[in-house]
Structures are given as structure tokens and as C-alpha cells.
């Protein structure tokens, strides 16, 4: 996709009873990093699909990493993907992968490559299907907007892998204060359930992650209800004061969005949101460094009823933000089926 302006895109997909959305990729790269890789991880598996984002034709290699282990577990190599074209790594039945162990994987290509893992449940989570983005380069920080125990039915897992070459000393700082830390090794991951990290029942915030012997870090989100709801984010590295959000909804063939803003600045600041085609904005309080506010579609004055539209998000200081869309009022909010979406906001 390409135009005479600069653009933004996020593709949702989905079938019957599941669906989830990814973000167009704007940076191309000649290696990636997927911190979430499964084969029947408590029932979850993934796969990974890659296009080759160069002019000729290149090779493409996966390689997959258990916890604690530098040295990657399987590796497989596919030769001449043409321009354009695209391979997918299917991690179901693998016989070098272990049942119920989660790992990460690091994505090589002999030229520039766009990538994204799906993720999706079998058995009592066949409903259930996730996506995201893998990551070109890390960071030492970085920001997760939306962590969720037992939020109107919503949990996380935050999923945070090294990308370095000795161990990363890891802390999580959570918007509320709590803090944890963790020690991950090299090409691993670490994967932390919500619930079980003592935070409130009830809770929405958010974490700040950050290695803190400068080792590279990516953070993927994964989102789930017990009504088989799921979806996943990327962490943010960085942000920005001006936050696109390409689509957003109020009561749109029943679905609707909210908009989670993480302050990532260096002092208090408040946020603002406006809409395509409609005048005027909706203001937040002041949100603390390190804080959450979350613009809710269904609640915005500005807002009628089958609004379906795009969204800018403003403040002094630099902020980060993820939109979650879901049939989230009765009666689909009490039906088994996945109709949870996430994205990452696109900073400007």
C-alpha cells in the first residue's frame, strides 16, 4: 500500500464466532522478534506469517527459543520467497516444541521482511484468536497502556522477551505502584499473568517496563475474557504527543471502542480526543507521569449512536495508547464467541 500522503491502516479479520486485528507495517526490517510462540500452550498455538518487503527474491528463517536458553530449540529455513510474496511458519506440532512451555522466536530474512503472529485457542478456547505485530529493534524501556485483572471480566498476560545477549535485568513498574522484578536470558521471554501478580481485583492500568542493565526488551499484551474473548498488543518503545486512531466506534452494529492513553512525559499532563468530522473535543483530567486515562466511545458526549469513525489523541506530553474494540453490552457481552479486537494508536 503506498500514497502521495502519509496514511495509517489496521486490518481486522475474522470468521463466525473469532476475530482480531493487527497494524499495518510502516518499518521494515531484515529481523524480527515474536516474544509470544506456542504449541499447545494450555491449548494456544501460533503461527507466523512473513512477507518479503524487499525488490528480489531472499530466504526467510524462523528461529524459536524456550526460557532460559540462548540456543534456539527449531529452526526452519524457506528459500526463494519471490517480491512481495509470503511464507507461514505453522508452530502446531512441532515435535521440538513442548507441551504447555511458551516460547519466543527470532525471524531472519536475507532482505527486508513485514511479519505477524497470530496466536489462536483450540478445545475450550477454539473461539479464541489473537494477533500482533513482531518487532524490529528493542528498546530498554518500554510502555503497556491497558493491563486488566479481573476488569469488567478482563485479564492480561504481559509477555516481555530479551533481545539482547546477556541476561536482562527486567522491572515492572505498574501505574498503581506496585513494582516486580524479573531476570529473562537471552532470546527468552517471561510471561506474567495479571491475576497472580497481587494486583486489585477489578483493576485497569498500566506498566512501564525497564531492563535495567541495558539489555533490548519488546513487550507483547495478551487480552482475554472468560467468555473467550481475546486479543493481543505490542508494547511501545516510545510516543509521541499526537496519537491517530484510524477506527473507532459507538453502538456500531453493536460494537464499541475505547481508547487507554498511558502518560509517558515527565510531568502531569491532560488529553484530549477528537473525531473525524465532528467539531469540538473531549478533555481528561490531569493524568499523573506514568498513568492511565481511558476515553470510552459509548460515554462521549460528542458521540451519537452507528458512529463509525477515526480518532486523534493530543497532549503536552508524550503518551501512548491502544484501542479495544468488543460487543461489550448485553446481549453478546454474556455470549461465548471472540469478538474482542486491539490495536496499537499510530503516534505522529
Not at 24 to 45: H, L, S
Not at 81 to 102: C, H, K, S
Not at 197 to 214: D, M, S
Not at 258 to 275: E, H, K, L, V
Request: hydrophobic fraction near 35%.
Amino acid at each position: 500500500m503506498s500514497c502521495d500522503q502519509e496514511v495509517a491502516a489496521v486490518v481486522n479479520f475474522s470468521d463466525p464466532d473469532s476475530g482480531a486485528s493487527y497494524s499495518g507495517v510502516t518499518e521494515v526490517a531484515d529481523t524480527m522478534y515474536a516474544p509470544g510462540i506456542y504449541d499447545n500452550y494450555y491449548n494456544y498455538y501460533s503461527n507466523v506469517v512473513v512477507q518479503n518487503a524487499s525488490g528480489g527474491t531472499i530466504d526467510i528463517t524462523l528461529e524459536i527459543y524456550e526460557p532460559g536458553n540462548p540456543t534456539p530449540v527449531y529452526t526452519d529455513t524457506r528459500t526463494n520467497v519471490p517480491a512481495n510474496g509470503f511464507v507461514n511458519f505453522e508452530q502446531e506440532g512441532l515435535t521440538q516444541l513442548a507441551d504447555n512451555q511458551f516460547y519466543s522466536a527470532k525471524i531472519i530474512g536475507t532482505g527486508n521482511i513485514a511479519a505477524i503472529v497470530n496466536i489462536y485457542g483450540k478445545g475450550p478456547y477454539d473461539d479464541q484468536l489473537y494477533s500482533y505485530n513482531p518487532f524490529s529493534s528493542g528498546s530498554t524501556v518500554a510502555y503497556a497502556p491497558v493491563i486488566m485483572n479481573a476488569y469488567y471480566g478482563y485479564n492480561t498476560a504481559l509477555v516481555i522477551q530479551n533481545m539482547g545477549t546477556s541476561d536482562a535485568q527486567v522491572t515492572i513498574t505498574y501505574s498503581e505502584g506496585t513494582v516486580k522484578n524479573t531476570t529473562i536470558a537471552p532470546g527468552a521471554a517471561d510471561s506474567r499473568y495479571t491475576p497472580l501478580e497481587g494486583l486489585a481485583t477489578g483493576l485497569l492500568t498500566g506498566a512501564k517496563i525497564e531492563c535495567t542493565n541495558g539489555q533490548p526488551i519488546v513487550v507483547l499484551v495478551n487480552e482475554s475474557t472468560d467468555k473467550n474473548r481475546a486479543a493481543s498488543y505490542s508494547g511501545f518503545a516510545a510516543g509521541s504527543t499526537t496519537v491517530r486512531a484510524p477506527i473507532v466506534m459507538r453502538r456500531y452494529y453493536k460494537y464499541n471502542t475505547s481508547i487507554t492513553c498511558q502518560n509517558i512525559g515527565t510531568a502531569d499532563a491532560t488529553m484530549a480526543i477528537s473525531y473525524g468530522g465532528i467539531a469540538g473535543t473531549t478533555t481528561s483530567p490531569s493524568v499523573p507521569m506514568n498513568g492511565i486515562y481511558m476515553f470510552y466511545q459509548p460515554t462521549d458526549p460528542l458521540l451519537t449512536d452507528n458512529f463509525i469513525g477515526s480518532a486523534t489523541i493530543t497532549s503536552a506530553e508524550n503518551i501512548v495508547c491502544v484501542v479495544n474494540e468488543d460487543m461489550n453490552e448485553p446481549p453478546e457481552r454474556d455470549q461465548i464467541m471472540d469478538q474482542l479486537y486491539a490495536y496499537n494508536g499510530i503516534g505522529q
